[in-house]
Protein backbone atom coordinates (compact mmCIF):
# COMPACT_ATOMS: atom_id res chain seq x y z
CA UNK A 1 0.00 0.00 0.00
CA UNK A 2 3.12 2.42 -0.16
CA UNK A 3 2.73 3.32 -3.48
CA UNK A 4 -0.99 4.38 -3.03
CA UNK A 5 -0.93 5.91 0.33
CA UNK A 6 2.45 7.89 -1.28
CA UNK A 7 0.37 9.46 -4.25
CA UNK A 8 -2.66 9.91 -2.16
CA UNK A 9 -0.37 12.00 0.79
CA UNK A 10 0.45 14.13 -2.55
CA UNK A 11 -2.79 14.67 -3.73
CA UNK A 12 -3.98 15.65 -0.28
CA UNK A 13 -0.83 18.49 0.08
CA UNK A 14 -2.36 19.70 -3.88
CA UNK A 15 -5.61 20.38 -2.62
CA UNK A 16 -4.26 22.34 0.51
CA UNK A 17 -4.35 26.17 0.25
CA UNK A 18 -1.00 27.98 -0.85
CA UNK A 19 0.45 23.83 -1.63
CA UNK A 20 1.91 23.26 -5.33
CA UNK A 21 3.58 24.69 -7.66
CA UNK A 22 0.91 27.66 -8.23
CA UNK A 23 -1.29 29.71 -6.54
CA UNK A 24 -4.67 27.50 -4.98
CA UNK A 25 -7.63 27.65 -6.77
CA UNK A 26 -9.58 29.72 -3.56
CA UNK A 27 -6.88 32.63 -3.72
CA UNK A 28 -7.22 33.06 -7.89
CA UNK A 29 -11.01 33.16 -7.15
CA UNK A 30 -11.08 35.59 -4.13
CA UNK A 31 -8.45 37.64 -6.27
CA UNK A 32 -10.72 37.77 -9.11
CA UNK A 33 -14.21 38.79 -7.16
CA UNK A 34 -12.17 40.99 -5.53
CA UNK A 35 -11.52 42.89 -8.72
CA UNK A 36 -15.03 42.56 -10.31
CA UNK A 37 -15.73 44.21 -7.09
CA UNK A 38 -13.67 47.15 -7.51
CA UNK A 39 -14.50 47.72 -10.93
CA UNK A 40 -18.28 47.58 -10.35
CA UNK A 41 -17.69 50.29 -7.75
CA UNK A 42 -15.99 52.15 -9.79
CA UNK A 43 -18.46 51.74 -12.73
CA UNK A 44 -21.45 52.83 -9.99
CA UNK A 45 -19.29 55.79 -9.28
CA UNK A 46 -18.93 56.75 -13.21
CA UNK A 47 -15.23 57.09 -12.72
CA UNK A 48 -14.68 53.88 -15.30
CA UNK A 49 -11.94 54.99 -18.18
CA UNK A 50 -11.45 52.15 -21.19
CA UNK A 51 -7.73 51.30 -19.63
CA UNK A 52 -10.34 50.25 -16.85
CA UNK A 53 -11.99 47.55 -18.93
CA UNK A 54 -8.36 46.24 -20.35
CA UNK A 55 -6.92 45.97 -17.18
CA UNK A 56 -10.00 43.41 -16.01
CA UNK A 57 -9.48 41.83 -18.82
CA UNK A 58 -6.37 40.68 -18.52
CA UNK A 59 -6.72 40.12 -15.28
CA UNK A 60 -9.46 37.57 -15.93
CA UNK A 61 -7.63 35.98 -18.25
CA UNK A 62 -4.82 35.65 -16.00
CA UNK A 63 -7.10 33.74 -13.34
CA UNK A 64 -8.31 31.81 -15.54
CA UNK A 65 -4.87 30.32 -16.96
CA UNK A 66 -3.75 30.25 -12.69
CA UNK A 67 -7.20 28.28 -12.52
CA UNK A 68 -6.69 25.67 -15.65
CA UNK A 69 -3.01 25.03 -14.62
CA UNK A 70 -3.89 24.29 -10.87
CA UNK A 71 -6.76 21.90 -12.15
CA UNK A 72 -4.19 20.11 -14.85
CA UNK A 73 -1.91 19.54 -11.38
CA UNK A 74 -4.46 18.11 -9.50
CA UNK A 75 -5.82 15.80 -12.23
CA UNK A 76 -2.72 14.33 -12.87
CA UNK A 77 -2.38 13.73 -9.12
CA UNK A 78 -5.88 12.05 -9.39
CA UNK A 79 -4.83 9.95 -12.67
CA UNK A 80 -1.59 8.74 -10.67
CA UNK A 81 -3.46 7.49 -7.72
CA UNK A 82 -5.71 5.69 -10.06
CA UNK A 83 -2.86 4.00 -11.53
CA UNK A 84 -1.62 3.28 -8.64
CA UNK A 85 -4.45 1.57 -7.35
CA UNK A 86 -4.95 -0.46 -10.22
CA UNK A 87 -1.43 -1.65 -9.96
CA UNK A 88 -2.19 -2.57 -6.44
CA UNK A 89 -5.39 -4.17 -6.73
CA UNK A 90 -5.23 -6.09 -9.84
CA UNK A 91 -8.66 -7.98 -8.80
CA UNK A 92 -11.70 -6.65 -9.88
CA UNK A 93 -13.68 -5.56 -6.73
CA UNK A 94 -16.96 -8.40 -6.35
CA UNK A 95 -20.23 -8.09 -7.16
CA UNK A 96 -22.99 -9.61 -4.88
CA UNK A 97 -27.00 -9.56 -5.20
CA UNK A 98 -28.61 -6.44 -3.95
CA UNK A 99 -28.75 -7.84 0.36
CA UNK A 100 -31.65 -4.90 0.79
CA UNK A 101 -34.28 -5.87 -1.46
CA UNK A 102 -36.98 -5.85 0.55
CA UNK A 103 -38.99 -3.29 2.46
CA UNK A 104 -38.29 -4.46 5.70
CA UNK A 105 -34.88 -4.89 5.03
CA UNK A 106 -34.12 -1.41 3.91
CA UNK A 107 -36.08 0.15 6.65
CA UNK A 108 -33.82 -1.61 9.15
CA UNK A 109 -30.66 -0.60 7.01
CA UNK A 110 -31.79 2.83 7.00
CA UNK A 111 -33.02 2.88 10.83
CA UNK A 112 -29.60 1.08 11.58
CA UNK A 113 -27.87 4.28 9.60
CA UNK A 114 -30.02 7.18 11.35
CA UNK A 115 -29.13 5.47 15.07
CA UNK A 116 -25.20 5.54 13.94
CA UNK A 117 -25.66 8.99 13.42
CA UNK A 118 -27.35 9.81 16.45
CA UNK A 119 -25.26 7.33 18.34
CA UNK A 120 -21.81 9.50 17.38
CA UNK A 121 -23.30 12.61 17.09
CA UNK A 122 -23.67 13.67 13.74
CA UNK A 123 -27.10 15.28 14.51
CA UNK A 124 -27.31 17.42 11.55
CA UNK A 125 -26.48 14.64 9.83
CA UNK A 126 -28.84 12.34 11.07
CA UNK A 127 -31.79 15.40 10.77
CA UNK A 128 -31.16 15.28 7.15
CA UNK A 129 -31.35 11.48 6.72
CA UNK A 130 -33.96 11.07 8.79
CA UNK A 131 -36.10 13.70 6.48
CA UNK A 132 -35.02 11.95 2.95
CA UNK A 133 -35.77 8.41 4.35
CA UNK A 134 -39.01 9.44 5.71
CA UNK A 135 -38.83 7.32 8.82
CA UNK A 136 -39.59 8.09 12.41
CA UNK A 137 -37.40 8.35 15.26
CA UNK A 138 -38.81 8.63 18.95
CA UNK A 139 -38.33 12.01 20.49
CA UNK A 140 -37.27 10.50 23.62
CA UNK A 141 -34.77 8.30 21.73
CA UNK A 142 -32.92 11.15 20.01
CA UNK A 143 -33.52 13.35 23.52
CA UNK A 144 -31.39 10.29 25.03
CA UNK A 145 -28.42 10.53 22.61
CA UNK A 146 -28.40 14.31 22.97
CA UNK A 147 -28.02 13.94 26.66
CA UNK A 148 -24.87 11.54 26.15
CA UNK A 149 -23.12 13.41 24.07
CA UNK A 150 -24.05 16.53 26.46
CA UNK A 151 -22.03 14.84 29.26
CA UNK A 152 -19.39 13.04 26.87
CA UNK A 153 -18.82 16.64 26.04
CA UNK A 154 -18.17 17.77 29.44
CA UNK A 155 -15.93 15.13 30.21
CA UNK A 156 -14.16 16.22 27.52
CA UNK A 157 -13.62 19.60 29.35
CA UNK A 158 -13.07 17.58 32.41
CA UNK A 159 -15.84 18.28 34.36
CA UNK A 160 -17.49 14.82 35.99
CA UNK A 161 -20.60 16.88 37.00
CA UNK A 162 -23.27 15.72 34.77
CA UNK A 163 -21.65 12.43 34.33
CA UNK A 164 -21.94 11.66 38.65
CA UNK A 165 -25.58 13.13 38.36
CA UNK A 166 -26.67 10.32 35.95
CA UNK A 167 -24.71 7.86 37.55
CA UNK A 168 -26.54 8.74 40.58
CA UNK A 169 -29.95 8.29 39.17
CA UNK A 170 -28.64 4.65 38.04
CA UNK A 171 -27.07 3.84 40.98
CA UNK A 172 -28.78 0.29 41.21
CA UNK A 173 -27.71 -0.62 37.25
CA UNK A 174 -24.57 0.18 37.84
CA UNK A 175 -24.35 -1.85 41.16
CA UNK A 176 -25.51 -4.70 39.39
CA UNK A 177 -23.08 -4.55 36.62
CA UNK A 178 -20.11 -4.01 39.23
CA UNK A 179 -19.28 -0.92 36.95
CA UNK A 180 -16.27 0.77 38.22
CA UNK A 181 -17.40 4.46 36.59
CA UNK A 182 -18.34 6.46 39.47
CA UNK A 183 -14.87 5.27 41.69
CA UNK A 184 -12.72 6.16 37.96
CA UNK A 185 -15.12 9.70 38.04
CA UNK A 186 -13.74 10.39 41.58
CA UNK A 187 -10.49 9.27 40.88
CA UNK A 188 -10.26 11.70 37.86
CA UNK A 189 -11.27 14.30 39.83
CA UNK A 190 -9.22 13.35 42.70
CA UNK A 191 -5.82 13.42 40.42
CA UNK A 192 -6.68 16.76 38.98
CA UNK A 193 -6.93 18.37 42.65
CA UNK A 194 -3.26 16.35 43.15
CA UNK A 195 -1.88 17.73 40.28
CA UNK A 196 -3.29 21.45 40.32
CA UNK A 197 -0.49 24.14 40.46
CA UNK A 198 0.74 25.16 43.13
CA UNK A 199 1.25 21.86 44.48
CA UNK A 200 -0.78 20.89 47.42
CA UNK A 201 -2.46 17.75 48.41
CA UNK A 202 -4.23 19.05 50.69
CA UNK A 203 -8.04 19.41 48.77
CA UNK A 204 -6.95 15.94 47.44
CA UNK A 205 -6.96 14.37 50.49
CA UNK A 206 -10.07 16.19 51.72
CA UNK A 207 -11.56 15.26 48.29
CA UNK A 208 -10.68 11.29 48.87
CA UNK A 209 -11.76 11.30 52.66
CA UNK A 210 -15.21 13.03 51.28
CA UNK A 211 -16.19 10.81 48.71
CA UNK A 212 -13.28 7.87 47.98
CA UNK A 213 -13.54 6.16 51.48
CA UNK A 214 -16.95 4.58 50.69
CA UNK A 215 -15.43 2.89 47.84
CA UNK A 216 -12.42 1.12 49.65
CA UNK A 217 -13.49 -2.70 50.26
CA UNK A 218 -14.16 -2.78 46.49
CA UNK A 219 -11.01 -0.60 45.70
CA UNK A 220 -8.78 -1.66 47.83
CA UNK A 221 -6.09 -1.71 45.94
CA UNK A 222 -6.56 0.98 43.53
CA UNK A 223 -7.67 3.41 46.83
CA UNK A 224 -4.07 2.78 48.54
CA UNK A 225 -2.33 3.72 45.33
CA UNK A 226 -4.17 6.84 45.60
CA UNK A 227 -3.32 7.62 48.80
CA UNK A 228 0.71 6.74 48.25
CA UNK A 229 1.09 9.08 45.11
CA UNK A 230 0.91 12.19 47.69
CA UNK A 231 4.12 11.11 48.44
CA UNK A 232 5.64 11.45 45.30
CA UNK A 233 4.56 15.66 44.36
CA UNK A 234 5.23 17.58 41.95
CA UNK A 235 3.64 15.55 38.90
CA UNK A 236 7.61 16.04 37.67
CA UNK A 237 8.62 13.48 40.79
CA UNK A 238 5.11 11.24 40.10
CA UNK A 239 5.67 10.36 36.62
CA UNK A 240 9.23 9.10 37.57
CA UNK A 241 7.58 6.29 40.51
CA UNK A 242 5.80 3.49 40.33
CA UNK A 243 2.43 5.73 39.79
CA UNK A 244 3.77 7.33 36.93
CA UNK A 245 0.37 6.01 35.02
CA UNK A 246 -1.58 8.14 37.35
CA UNK A 247 0.11 11.34 35.67
CA UNK A 248 -0.90 10.29 32.46
CA UNK A 249 -4.20 11.91 30.20
CA UNK A 250 -5.30 8.38 29.98
CA UNK A 251 -6.57 8.92 33.74
CA UNK A 252 -9.24 11.61 32.52
CA UNK A 253 -9.73 10.59 28.89
CA UNK A 254 -10.73 6.79 29.28
CA UNK A 255 -13.53 8.15 30.82
CA UNK A 256 -15.49 9.11 28.00
CA UNK A 257 -15.21 5.50 26.40
CA UNK A 258 -16.39 3.81 29.52
CA UNK A 259 -19.46 6.59 30.25
CA UNK A 260 -20.51 6.08 26.71
CA UNK A 261 -20.62 2.05 27.12
CA UNK A 262 -22.35 2.66 30.36
CA UNK A 263 -24.90 4.94 29.12
CA UNK A 264 -25.61 2.35 25.72
CA UNK A 265 -26.17 -0.52 27.92
CA UNK A 266 -28.64 1.66 30.11
CA UNK A 267 -30.74 1.72 26.73
CA UNK A 268 -30.23 -2.04 25.87
CA UNK A 269 -27.85 -1.09 23.02
CA UNK A 270 -24.59 -2.54 22.34
CA UNK A 271 -21.16 -1.45 24.18
CA UNK A 272 -19.71 -0.73 21.04
CA UNK A 273 -21.10 1.11 17.59
CA UNK A 274 -22.43 -1.92 15.38
CA UNK A 275 -21.73 0.50 12.04
CA UNK A 276 -18.30 1.26 13.23
CA UNK A 277 -17.44 -2.34 14.29
CA UNK A 278 -18.78 -4.07 10.70
CA UNK A 279 -16.47 -1.39 9.38
CA UNK A 280 -13.34 -2.29 10.93
CA UNK A 281 -13.63 -6.15 10.95
CA UNK A 282 -14.45 -5.89 7.03
CA UNK A 283 -11.89 -3.10 6.13
CA UNK A 284 -9.79 -5.01 8.20
CA UNK A 285 -9.15 -8.01 6.17
CA UNK A 286 -12.22 -10.35 6.62
CA UNK A 287 -14.19 -9.48 3.57
CA UNK A 288 -10.88 -9.61 1.53
CA UNK A 289 -10.32 -12.89 2.98
CA UNK A 290 -13.86 -14.19 2.57
CA UNK A 291 -14.41 -13.07 -0.80
CA UNK A 292 -10.75 -14.90 -1.77
CA UNK A 293 -12.09 -18.22 -0.48
CA UNK A 294 -15.42 -17.66 -1.73
CA UNK A 295 -13.65 -17.34 -5.77
CA UNK A 296 -11.61 -20.64 -4.59
CA UNK A 297 -14.21 -22.35 -3.75
CA UNK A 298 -15.87 -21.46 -6.77
CA UNK A 299 -12.46 -22.55 -8.98
CA UNK A 300 -13.07 -26.20 -7.16
CA UNK A 301 -16.97 -26.39 -7.79
CA UNK A 302 -17.58 -26.82 -4.08
CA UNK A 303 -19.46 -25.11 -1.64
CA UNK A 304 -20.05 -23.63 1.71
CA UNK A 305 -21.31 -26.60 3.07
CA UNK A 306 -22.41 -24.68 6.92
CA UNK A 307 -24.67 -21.72 6.88
CA UNK A 308 -23.32 -20.45 10.45
CA UNK A 309 -20.16 -20.68 10.15
CA UNK A 310 -17.25 -19.49 7.70
CA UNK A 311 -15.09 -22.00 5.66
CA UNK A 312 -11.71 -20.32 7.08
CA UNK A 313 -10.72 -19.07 10.39
CA UNK A 314 -10.87 -14.83 10.03
CA UNK A 315 -8.52 -13.31 12.91
CA UNK A 316 -10.03 -10.57 15.38
CA UNK A 317 -9.17 -8.08 17.64
CA UNK A 318 -9.59 -8.87 21.30
CA UNK A 319 -12.34 -6.02 21.12
CA UNK A 320 -14.45 -7.34 18.81
CA UNK A 321 -14.72 -10.95 19.96
CA UNK A 322 -18.12 -11.42 21.38
CA UNK A 323 -18.03 -15.58 22.93
CA UNK A 324 -15.54 -17.90 23.94
CA UNK A 325 -14.40 -20.19 21.28
CA UNK A 326 -13.20 -23.53 22.21
CA UNK A 327 -11.06 -25.82 19.81
CA UNK A 328 -11.09 -29.51 20.18
CA UNK A 329 -7.66 -31.13 20.83
CA UNK A 330 -8.28 -34.14 18.95
CA UNK A 331 -9.91 -33.25 16.02
CA UNK A 332 -8.84 -29.80 15.83
CA UNK A 333 -11.97 -28.33 14.86
CA UNK A 334 -14.24 -25.60 16.75
CA UNK A 335 -17.23 -26.64 19.00
CA UNK A 336 -20.60 -25.56 17.92
CA UNK A 337 -24.15 -26.02 19.15
CA UNK A 338 -24.28 -29.72 17.79
CA UNK A 339 -20.80 -30.14 18.82
CA UNK A 340 -20.26 -29.09 21.88
CA UNK A 341 -17.43 -29.36 24.41
CA UNK A 342 -17.44 -32.44 26.96
CA UNK A 343 -15.71 -32.23 29.90
CA UNK A 344 -14.94 -35.95 31.31
CA UNK A 345 -14.44 -37.14 34.97
CA UNK A 346 -10.79 -36.64 34.70
CA UNK A 347 -11.15 -32.90 33.84
CA UNK A 348 -9.66 -33.01 30.15
CA UNK A 349 -11.94 -31.61 28.02
CA UNK A 350 -13.23 -32.87 24.06
CA UNK A 351 -16.00 -32.19 21.85
CA UNK A 352 -19.35 -34.57 21.66
CA UNK A 353 -18.37 -35.89 18.39
CA UNK A 354 -14.62 -36.54 19.11
CA UNK A 355 -16.14 -38.31 22.90
CA UNK A 356 -18.36 -40.66 20.37
CA UNK A 357 -15.74 -41.74 18.11
CA UNK A 358 -13.09 -42.59 21.25
CA UNK A 359 -16.01 -44.62 23.47
CA UNK A 360 -15.68 -48.67 23.50
CA UNK A 361 -18.88 -51.12 22.90
CA UNK A 362 -19.31 -51.02 26.80
CA UNK A 363 -19.77 -46.98 26.74
CA UNK A 364 -16.12 -46.21 28.62
CA UNK A 365 -13.65 -43.77 27.00
CA UNK A 366 -10.02 -43.55 28.20
CA UNK A 367 -8.68 -39.80 27.63
CA UNK A 368 -6.79 -39.16 24.96
CA UNK A 369 -4.36 -37.09 27.83
CA UNK A 370 -4.23 -39.08 30.62
CA UNK A 371 -4.94 -42.34 31.81
CA UNK A 372 -8.11 -42.10 33.10
CA UNK A 373 -11.12 -44.50 31.75
CA UNK A 374 -14.87 -42.72 32.19
CA UNK A 375 -18.12 -43.38 31.13
CA UNK A 376 -19.34 -41.39 28.47
CA UNK A 377 -22.71 -41.13 30.22
CA UNK A 378 -20.97 -39.35 32.79
CA UNK A 379 -19.38 -36.42 30.51
CA UNK A 380 -20.47 -33.20 31.40
CA UNK A 381 -21.35 -30.35 29.33
CA UNK A 382 -19.26 -27.61 29.21
CA UNK A 383 -20.61 -23.63 28.42
CA UNK A 384 -17.85 -20.87 28.24
Not at 135 to 147: H, Y
Request: aromatic share 8%; hydrophobic share 35%; with cysteine.
Amino acid sequence: MDGPLKDLSKLERLTEKAKGKTTSIENSVDYLLQSLREVKARINAGNVTEDTYVLLAQTVEAKKKEIDEKQKEIYNGIARLGKALDKKFTQPLPTYEPLFASKDAQAALERTIALHFLRTGQFSTAETFIQECKMVIEPEQRTKFQDLHRIVLALKRQDIGPALEWSLKNREFLRKRSSPLVFYLHRSQFVRLLLAEPPDAGPAISYANATLRSFYPEHATEFQRLMTSVLYLPKERLQRSPYADLASDSVHTDLEPLFAKEYCTNLGMSRQVPLRVIGDIGGGGALARIEKARTVMKERKSEWSQTDELPIEIQLAPENRYHSIFACPVSKEQSTEQNPPMMMSCGHVITKESLQKLSKTNGRVKCPYCPTESAQANALRVVF
